[in-house]
């Protein structure tokens, strides 16, 4: 039994940030960070931050925030980044990826999203690489050394392929989970979030709440991420904060212009990190800090105040076979 | 420039819609002359009638409250790889003759540290490489319009005639329009060349021009566009009630 790769079969997997961090992201990791424009679990990034873990290599497909891999970038814990969208939009840019880069401490990989997808799903379905018709023509396959060009073994047909990456340590944040670590999301699915925890050899999952199995056993299709993937369930709320998760509360656009304008700044972005990332222990530190500084109103505009619920009941019930016992239909 | 894009979507169409004017571009066009387009987002948000919220991004709750389906990127990027995308809305920072255009970032590519990053790839280059009509949004400035972008990120119509297909492309799909805050350009069906089409009311040809880095096309007559009517204007004022777009 290996204790950093899937299958995990236990029903113990509730900790805490900083145990999850300690125990299953490893300096040298190859770590795929979860979430687009919202449902970063950006709790993650920080703890790694605070934990001074080396030499990563982040794996994305969009990302969009200054918190999260720019964050692990701009802390020095990350050294390599492959992405097919990469920045605050604020900022318009990714902005210590841009300082890292000027200052060659840090090496990008482009993929396009059609790439970056069937990269993961490569990893996903467990083969070495898989063909793909974008890419072919453009200047990305000149410097990304994953994207080659290729045949069709069956009709000769030109092609690209993409190389599947190895990756550790999936970061997902999700609605719910339970204590055995089932994943579960609505409204989306995190793009690609999907295929990224299912390509990691394991999952830490950070969950808006955790709730009972019995709760996922009554609607398993909401379940995306399997229990067997997950080293690791983190109760936290407000995890995904300024990103957003779905059904709790929206992107926090003022905090993250607000971020974004001193993380561009490298003289006032050290101060920001002692602020907001190294002070705290956990998230529930970061938002008690986030309503003293801005207010309690200022968190709670950020909930769901338009709610939308389903119209209509799904059923997964059943009937037991045994009314068919010692029925038969004659035959004439 | 929104009017244009807008006008752009064909009622009965499945639209993909990149980030910024796009988004207001494809909602213009489902509440005015195609209501009955599909709208998909990057993240995989779909849609019809317009967005019951005004996203400001392709990953935004407005792409997926009251939509018919949540799907997910790979749907997306499914969709434009079996050529069941009827046109796509891009943009960058660069673009040149063929329709090529940069979105990576502005630099030399060989020594890395001397990029400029922009955002990235994203879904630019499978739209220009797979979506069967792409509209390349880019403002009419020297800088922008160059005689040859930096990287080819999303690839346009290459070099030429017969170049799409000679890589591997398919032929039969790529870049149909430029779309600037001057005017409209098509691509020259035999040399694959953009030309000026038409242009918005207050530019002038010679302005193009001044503004373009190439030796630029102009077809033999270059129509005016038709500015917003009425109805675009105030369904425009209905959908972006806050003005988030106008800035």
């Not at chain 1, 390599?80 to 890292?100: C, D, F, G, K």
């Not at chain 1, 944040?173 to 995190?190: E, H, I, L, P, T």
């Not at chain 2, 660069?94 to 940069?102: C, K, P, S």
Request: with cysteine; glycine share 8%; charged share 25%.
């Amino acid at each position: 039994m290996n204790d950093l790769k899937a299958p995990f079969i236990r029903d113990d997997k509730v900790m805490t940030i900083r145990e999850a961090v300690k125990r299953y992201v490893n300096s040298g990791d190859t770590v795929y960070v979860g979430g687009f424009q919202t449902g970063i679990p950006t709790e993650a990034c920080f703890e790694i931050a605070r934990q001074k873990k080396k030499d990563l290599t982040c794996w994305t497909t969009g990302h969009d925030t200054c918190l999260g891999i720019d964050l692990l970038v701009g802390t020095g814990c990350c050294k390599e980044v492959h992405y097919s969208w990469l920045a605050s939009w604020p900022a318009r840019r990714a902005p210590a990826t841009q300082r890292a880069l000027a200052e060659s401490k840090v090496k990008l990989y482009a993929y396009s999203n059609y790439s970056a997808l069937a990269a993961l799903m490569g990893a996903f379905m467990g083969v070495p690489y898989m063909p793909i018709v974008s890419e072919i023509g453009s200047d990305l396959m000149k410097y990304n050394p994953n994207l080659l060009s290729t045949t069709c073994p069956f009709t000769g047909k030109k092609l690209a392929a993409v190389k599947s990456p190895k990756i550790d340590t999936a970061l997902i944040a999700v609605q719910r989970a339970d204590s055995s670590g089932n994943g579960q999301k609505w409204m989306g699915r995190g793009p690609s979030d999907e295929w990224g925890a299912g390509a990691a050899d394991r999952v830490i999952l950070v969950a808006e709440e955790v709730v009972s199995t019995d709760v996922i056993r009554h609607d398993p299709d909401r379940t995306f991420v399997p229990s067997f993937k997950s080293c690791a369930v983190v109760h936290c709320p407000w995890g995904c904060h300024p990103t957003g998760m779905h059904g709790h509360y929206i992107r926090d656009m003022v905090f993250e212009r607000y971020a974004a304008k001193h993380v561009s700044d490298v003289s006032k972005y050290q101060k920001f990190l002692d602020e907001w990332v190294y002070a705290f222990e956990d998230r529930s530190q970061y938002v008690k800090h986030y309503e003293k500084k801005f207010g309690h109103e200022a968190l709670e505009r950020q909930r769901i105040s338009n709610h939308i619920y389903p119209l209509a009941q799904v059923d997964y019930g059943y009937t037991r076979y045994e009314v068919y016992k010692d029925l038969e239909y004659a035959v004439e | 420039m929104v009017t244009v894009a807008a006008r752009e979507v064909k009622n009965g169409e499945l639209v993909l819609a990149g980030i910024g004017l796009p988004i207001l571009a494809t909602n213009l066009a489902q509440k005015t002359h195609a209501p009955n387009s599909l709208l998909m987002f990057e993240a995989g948000g779909l849609l019809k009638g317009g967005c019951e919220v005004l996203p400001l991004a392709v990953d935004d709750f407005g792409t997926y409250v009251l939509s018919e389906a949540t799907q997910s990127m790979c749907s997306v990027m499914g969709a434009l790889g079996r050529g069941e995308i009827d046109v796509a809305f891009l943009s960058g920072a660069q673009v040149d003759r063929f329709g090529n255009v940069n979105s990576i970032g502005v630099g030399d590519f060989s020594q890395p540290h001397t990029v400029k990053l922009l955002p990235g790839p994203g879904g630019a280059n499978p739209m220009s490489s797979l979506g069967k009509r792409t509209s390349i949004i880019m403002p009419q400035e020297k800088r922008k319009f160059v005689e040859k972008v930096a990287h080819i990120t999303s690839p346009g119509w290459l070099w030429g005639p017969d170049a799409r297909e000679s890589v591997g492309l398919p032929p039969d799909r790529g870049p149909t329009l430029i779309i600037s805050n001057m005017g409209i350009f098509r691509f020259d069906q035999t040399t694959k060349e953009a030309y000026l089409d038409s242009i918005f009311p207050g530019a002038t040809v010679e302005d193009v021009k001044a503004n373009t880095g190439w030796r630029l096309k102009v077809a033999p007559q270059v129509k005016r566009i038709d500015p917003p009517t009425e109805k675009e204007l105030n369904t425009l004022r209905e959908i972006d009630k806050t003005g988030l777009y106008s800035k």
